[in-house]
């Protein structure tokens, strides 16, 4: 054989051996690829079956209503996520958008919607009252005003026995600085730094968050006391708060004894010492934990050393349970139970009616008395419809043991939420009770920074994306707020935190550079 022709044949063999090879190769990176993607499709949370056919959406295109929106509604508040939903379906803990899409809600209509959306229950209530008698006022004596009333008020201890329905938890807090002020017959009122307390007059001089005040003039009477923020206050740390999850923030404190509480309330003392007239005092109001402030838990046993100090010098004590009220918090059916104090006067809203628009302030008869030389009135306060929804919603808390549910999904929630606080530095605490819980997002958790917006909201947006609404709160709005229906699952939970950790992975590497 010519050597010309052996030189050729040689060369046509390492050519096919190269190309064999290459095509290994390729096959071999293909088929990695495809059990990569595999792998990673298995790490994408899956949601919980739900049987439930949402009703068709018929209403106005998604693009018109975003126009009436721009045109024809004042946006005093912007609507949540860079794409809105278009929400029009709700069952239970699950909401529908009007492709039919089906969303967990883990905020609960801010923290309204109870014992889930559209209830068998409490809608047949609702409807049976729509079809016998829609509105009276409570000039009339009405039978729903009336028996849940008495219902309402079994579920308070001691003398907390007489209620005042309004309409909303702003228009509750406003009548109960009006309560305090006619029964002491003075006008100061102290209320915590990072309160939320409503966006009345009255009530945004009660609040003491700045990205809740307008820039016009507020109510005078109001002081602020220092808020005993255990993870980013002055003091404060792993022992300090009533929570299956402590801060990992150290202190001295120890289990038994918090240091942190006695350092607050001196705090609270020097408001009396330098910003109040002696014999001036109407009230001390707070939230039992802190909501819109970002789920704030006080030190134990702040509360029952304050409200001693206010009644020695002649307040009441209010407590706002337009949040943490009617089982939420787990262990308790009402916050202030977990402090050990009982106060004088505690609103209420919200999860009252499960969506319904309600409230009610509930006192004892020696502060309702006071009414007596004074006037107010509601015209839709006590209505029949809101009353039959908000007798049978106390029905289901009892009867589904609705606030057992949220002890012990709330815990398992919480103690799930811990371990992703331990694996990822942008988590900087995580805390709560029952189905009430907050997740606060630092840069790192050395400083405690307020993660910034942006990357804040590319995790949120995440997470609808993939099927999980959750509210947001704090000062700096970097606390990721859970407080779903209290209908919510393990399952649902579960999946929920799958997908807050796979959103956080997706976006870490970004924001901690």
Same mark, same amino acid.
């Given at each position: 054989?010519?050597?010309?022709?052996?030189?050729?044949? @040689?060369?046509?063999? =390492?050519?096919?051996?190269?190309?064999?090879?290459?095509?290994?190769? /390729?096959?071999?990176?293909?088929?990695?690829?495809?059990?990569?993607?595999?792998?990673?499709?298995?790490?994408?949370?899956?949601?919980?079956?739900?049987?439930?056919?949402?009703?068709?959406?018929?209403?106005?295109?998604?693009?018109?209503?975003?126009?009436?929106?721009?045109?024809?509604?004042?946006?005093?508040?912007?609507?949540?996520?860079?794409?809105?939903?278009?929400?029009?379906?709700? &069952?239970?803990?699950?909401?529908?958008?009007?492709?039919?899409?089906?969303?967990?809600? $883990?905020?609960?209509?801010?923290?309204?919607?109870?014992?889930?959306?559209?209830?068998?229950?409490?809608?047949?209530?609702?409807?049976?009252?729509?079809?016998?008698?829609?509105?009276?006022?409570?000039?009339?004596?009405?039978?729903?005003?009336?028996?849940?009333?008495? &219902?309402?008020?079994?579920?308070?201890?001691?003398?907390?026995?007489?209620?005042?329905?309004?309409?909303?938890?702003?228009?509750?807090?406003?009548?109960?600085?009006?309560?305090?002020?006619?029964?002491?017959?003075?006008?100061?009122? =102290?209320?915590?730094?990072?309160?939320?307390?409503?966006?009345?007059?009255?009530? $945004?001089? /009660?609040?003491?968050?700045?990205?809740?005040?307008?820039?016009?003039?507020?109510?005078?009477?109001?002081?602020?006391?220092?808020?005993?923020?255990?993870?980013?206050?002055?003091?404060?740390?792993?022992?300090?708060?009533?929570?299956?999850?402590?801060?990992?923030?150290? %202190?001295?404190? &120890?289990?038994?004894? %918090?240091?942190?509480?006695?350092?607050?309330?001196?705090?609270?003392?020097?408001?009396?010492?330098?910003? /109040?007239?002696?014999?001036?005092?109407?009230?001390?109001?707070?939230?039992? @934990?802190?909501?819109?402030?970002?789920?704030?838990?006080?030190?134990?046993?702040?509360?029952? !050393?304050?409200?001693?100090?206010?009644?020695?010098?002649?307040?009441?004590?209010?407590?706002?349970?337009?949040?943490?009220?009617?089982?939420?918090?787990?262990?308790?059916?009402?916050?202030?139970?977990?402090?050990?104090?009982?106060?004088?006067?505690?609103? $209420?809203?919200?999860?009252?009616?499960?969506?319904?628009?309600?409230?009610?302030?509930?006192?004892?008869?020696?502060?309702?008395?006071?009414?007596?030389?004074?006037?107010?009135?509601?015209?839709?306060?006590?209505?029949?419809?809101?009353?039959?929804?908000?007798?049978?919603?106390?029905?289901?808390?009892?009867?589904?043991?609705?606030?057992?549910?949220?002890?012990?999904?709330?815990?398992?929630?919480?103690?799930?939420?811990? !371990?992703?606080?331990?694996?990822?530095?942008?988590?900087?605490?995580?805390?709560?009770?029952?189905? $009430?819980?907050?997740?606060?997002?630092?840069?790192?958790?050395?400083?405690?920074?307020?993660?910034?917006?942006?990357?804040?909201?590319?995790?949120?947006?995440?997470?609808?994306?993939?099927?999980?609404? @959750?509210?947001?709160?704090?000062?700096?709005?970097?606390?990721?707020?859970?407080?779903?229906?209290?209908?919510?699952?393990?399952?649902?939970?579960?999946?929920?935190?799958?997908?807050?950790?796979?959103? @956080?992975?997706?976006?870490?590497?970004?924001?901690?550079?």
């Amino acid at each position: 054989m010519p050597s010309s022709l052996l030189l050729n044949l @040689i060369e046509y063999i =390492i050519y096919f051996d190269l190309i064999q090879s290459v095509a290994m190769l /390729l096959t071999s990176t293909f088929r990695l690829g495809l059990k990569s993607c595999r792998v990673f499709s298995r790490a994408v949370p899956q949601m919980p079956n739900f049987e439930y056919q949402p009703k068709k959406y018929l209403g106005p295109s998604y693009e018109k209503m975003q126009n009436i929106w721009a045109t024809n509604i004042i946006s005093a508040f912007a609507p949540h996520f860079k794409e809105p939903l278009l929400i029009h379906d709700g &069952k239970m803990q699950w909401l529908f958008d009007h492709t039919g899409r089906r969303y967990l809600d $883990m905020f609960g209509g801010i923290v309204t919607v109870s014992v889930g959306h559209c209830h068998p229950k409490v809608s047949e209530a609702a409807a049976q009252q729509l079809n016998t008698l829609w509105h009276t006022t409570n000039i009339y004596l009405n039978p729903k005003l009336h028996e849940y009333a008495a &219902k309402l008020t079994s579920k308070l201890p001691d003398d907390l026995k007489v209620v005042y329905f309004v309409n909303s938890g702003s228009e509750a807090n406003d009548f109960a600085v009006f309560l305090a002020r006619l029964h002491t017959k003075n006008s100061d009122i =102290i209320s915590l730094r990072n309160a939320y307390h409503g966006m009345s007059y009255v009530t $945004m001089a /009660l609040t003491a968050q700045s990205s809740w005040r307008n820039s016009l003039p507020l109510a005078p009477g109001f002081h602020h006391t220092m808020n005993p923020d255990v993870y980013q206050g002055l003091w404060g740390g792993s022992h300090c708060r009533d929570s299956p999850v402590q801060t990992t923030r150290h %202190c001295d404190c &120890k289990p038994d004894e %918090c240091n942190a509480c006695d350092m607050y309330y001196g705090q609270l003392e020097e408001i009396f010492k330098y910003s /109040l007239r002696a014999g001036n005092l109407a009230g001390f109001f707070t939230e039992t @934990i802190q909501g819109i402030g970002g789920v704030v838990q006080f030190p134990k046993g702040f509360l029952k !050393k304050a409200y001693e100090l206010v009644r020695t010098n002649g307040g009441v004590c209010i407590a706002d349970e337009v949040q943490t009220g009617f089982g939420r918090t787990g262990e308790h059916f009402w916050g202030f139970e977990m402090h050990d104090v009982i106060p004088d006067i505690v609103t $209420m809203a919200k999860g009252i009616c499960n969506g319904l628009p309600m409230a009610a302030v509930v006192t004892t008869p020696a502060l309702a008395q006071s009414l007596k030389g004074a006037y107010y009135f509601n015209t839709f306060g006590g209505n029949p419809v809101s009353c039959a929804a908000g007798l049978t919603v106390l029905n289901v808390i009892e009867e589904e043991k609705i606030q057992e549910n949220a002890h012990v999904v709330g815990t398992h929630l919480l103690k799930k939420l811990a !371990k992703l606080r331990d694996q990822f530095e942008c988590i900087g605490d995580v805390r709560g009770k029952g189905l $009430m819980i907050g997740v606060e997002m630092v840069t790192d958790k050395e400083t405690r920074t307020p993660l910034p917006s942006n990357h804040f909201v590319d995790i949120w947006d995440d997470c609808k994306n993939m099927g999980v609404l @959750i509210g947001r709160g704090g000062l700096y709005h970097n606390v990721f707020r859970m407080t779903p229906p209290m209908c919510v699952t393990r399952e649902d939970v579960d999946f929920a935190v799958g997908v807050f950790e796979a959103a @956080i992975q997706k976006h870490q590497k970004v924001f901690m550079k």
